[in-house]
């Protein structure tokens, strides 16, 4: 119990220090937020899109536990929903194990968290591959940035599909009926997190930033990645500097206040539904 609060008082403080690290070198101007009601057209559909995106989990989810258990769409949504308020304070995506509570399956939370490791696998490499693959497209040189050889870069990229690979695999064979089902997730991830990037595509184009699809892919996606890594609460913080480094370090004329708070308006919205659901959820407990 010790170990667990510490480490969760440390992911505070290292999304505390990177947020001061980061409010040191911008100029934090709340009125900017003006501008965008210049651009209310778009910011709507952004926030339309979160439709067909929690619409695509939630069917991912009921695809995902279909061998299990027939679950409804409302009881998927409302997991998902839940779990979504649970990963704004852990770590990688974590709180989607809590998804086990509220669907009442007969399975143990032992055998959940398998087929629950190969969903994010999967996540993951798809992922993992809009970021590969827009780097080899984009004109992007972070050998300057990072101080590695391109063809260093490659291999570590390599290296962690490869990887991600064979843990799906070893997965899926101790949940042998998941072997049929990873074409559709596959189809799922990738159709979700073309949505997420089309969203991020439209902040961009709000800002009037001056960088194509496949760098913004890059730098989010990558910035999504590290974000991963359970060392802050819920990624804030980490996400965050990795894209004011990119932005910073490529000379990207942008305003990273406005960046950083649109940016991050996608995890905060979708949470004020799900804190409907956890409320009641709770209550309903009592």
């Given at each position: 119990?010790?170990?667990?609060n510490l480490k969760?008082i440390?992911?505070i403080l290292?999304s505390?220090?990177l947020?001061?690290?980061?409010?040191?070198?911008?100029?934090?101007?709340?009125?900017?937020?003006?501008?965008l009601?210049?651009?209310?057209?778009?910011l709507i559909i952004?926030?339309?899109?979160?439709?067909?995106?929690f619409?695509?989990?939630?069917?991912?989810?009921?695809?995902?536990?279909?061998?299990?258990?027939s679950?409804?769409?409302?009881t998927?949504?409302?997991?998902t929903?839940?779990?979504?308020?649970?990963?704004?304070?852990?770590?990688?995506k974590?709180?989607?194990?809590?998804?086990?509570?509220y669907?009442?399956?007969?399975i143990?939370?032992?055998?959940?968290?398998k087929?629950?490791?190969?969903?994010?696998?999967?996540?993951?490499?798809?992922?993992?591959?809009f970021?590969?693959?827009s780097?080899?497209?984009?004109?992007?040189?972070?050998s300057?940035i990072?101080d590695?050889?391109?063809?260093?870069i490659?291999?570590?990229f390599f290296?962690?599909?490869?990887?991600?690979?064979?843990?799906?695999?070893?997965f899926?064979?101790?949940?042998?009926?998941?072997?049929?089902?990873?074409?559709?997730?596959?189809?799922?991830?990738i159709l979700?997190?073309?949505?997420q990037?089309?969203q991020?595509?439209?902040?961009i184009?709000?800002?009037?930033?001056k960088?194509?699809?496949?760098?913004?892919i890059?730098?989010?996606?990558?910035?999504?990645?590290?974000?991963?890594?359970?060392i802050?609460?819920g990624g804030?913080?980490?996400?965050?500097?990795v894209?004011?480094?990119?932005?910073?370090?490529m000379?990207i004329?942008?305003n990273?206040?406005?960046?950083?708070?649109?940016?991050n308006?996608?995890?905060?919205?979708?949470?004020?539904?799900g804190?409907?659901?956890?409320?009641?959820s709770?209550q309903?407990?009592?």
């Open positions: 119990m010790l170990f667990k969760y440390f992911s290292v505390v220090y947020f001061q690290r980061i409010g040191q070198q911008i100029y934090l101007n709340f009125s900017e937020l003006k501008i009601k210049n651009y209310l057209g778009q952004i926030i339309l899109l979160f439709f067909p995106i619409y695509l989990l939630t069917l991912k989810l009921i695809f995902l536990i279909k061998n299990i258990k679950v409804k769409f409302f998927s949504l409302k997991a929903l839940i779990a979504y308020n649970y990963n704004l304070f852990l770590p990688a974590s709180g989607d194990f809590f998804r086990h509570k669907l009442d399956l007969k143990s939370f032992k055998n959940f968290f087929i629950n490791i190969v969903e994010k696998l999967i996540s993951f490499f798809v992922l993992f591959c970021v590969f693959l780097y080899l497209l984009s004109n992007l040189d972070i300057k990072v590695l050889s391109k063809l260093y490659l291999f570590i290296l962690i599909l490869i990887g991600n690979l064979y843990f799906i695999k070893k899926i064979n101790k949940e042998n009926y998941l072997k049929s089902k990873f074409l559709n997730l596959l189809g799922f991830d979700i997190w073309s949505l990037f089309f991020l595509f439209l902040i184009n709000i800002l009037g930033i960088i194509d699809i496949f760098e913004i890059f730098i989010f996606g990558t910035s999504i990645i590290v974000g991963l890594i359970p802050s609460i804030f913080g980490v996400r965050d500097y894209i004011f480094f990119f932005f910073t370090n000379n004329e942008a990273m206040f406005l960046i950083l708070i649109l940016f308006v996608r995890y905060l919205l979708p949470v004020l539904i804190l409907i659901f956890s409320i009641k709770f309903n407990e009592k």
